[in-house]
């Protein structure tokens, strides 16, 4: 969750400094950014498939490869972009500075979804540690978790092939 919302902050900043208009204005950079975040959630969903099963790791190097995977994930989505894009300015006062308004709405968009998915982060740690109990459980949960990396994938890569363009009237 704090790789995914790292992330999101990512794209606050660049918000702040006007690049995430150039991925929803280029053709060309959203594609890009599209099907490399495609790709790489397929390759999550088929990398838990093919895993062995193994004790949970609770090391820190484990904590990082987590934290990196969710900010991979987030920073490959162009949605993302599109959404700070299209809606942040909506609440922005052209009398002041806008970068830093960009930035404090982009901060505080950041903190929320920290606390909302830091609430189901904590709802699935209990949920989690009842299913983690039987090997086939853990297995089932495993396939369940790679066919929906798949499919994410899969579905990212095939939807629209246009997207959201800033209009200048």
Do not use: W
Not at 9 to 20: K, N
Not at 125 to 150: C, E, M, N, Q
């Amino acid at each position: 969750m704090l790789g995914v919302e790292t992330g999101t902050f990512a794209y606050a900043l660049a918000a702040a400094a006007g690049l995430t208009g150039l991925i929803a204005a280029s053709e060309i950079g959203f594609t890009i950014v599209k099907y490399a975040g495609a790709a790489y959630l397929v390759y999550l969903g088929v990398r838990k498939l093919l895993e062995r099963e193994k004790p949970l790791e609770a090391s820190s190097s484990a904590r990082s490869r987590l934290f990196l995977n969710g900010m991979l994930v987030q920073l490959l989505n162009p949605k993302i972009a599109i959404f700070f894009l299209a809606f942040l300015p909506q609440f922005v006062d052209s009398r002041s500075p806008i970068a830093v308004q960009i930035l404090v709405l982009g901060t505080i968009f950041t903190l929320l979804a920290v606390l909302s998915d830091g609430a189901y982060v904590l709802l699935a740690g209990a949920v989690g540690s009842r299913l983690r109990t039987g090997r086939r459980a853990k297995r089932g949960l495993a396939r369940l978790s790679g066919g929906v990396f798949i499919g994410l994938g899969v579905g990212a890569a095939l939807s629209g092939t246009s997207h959201a363009r800033p209009s200048h009237g």
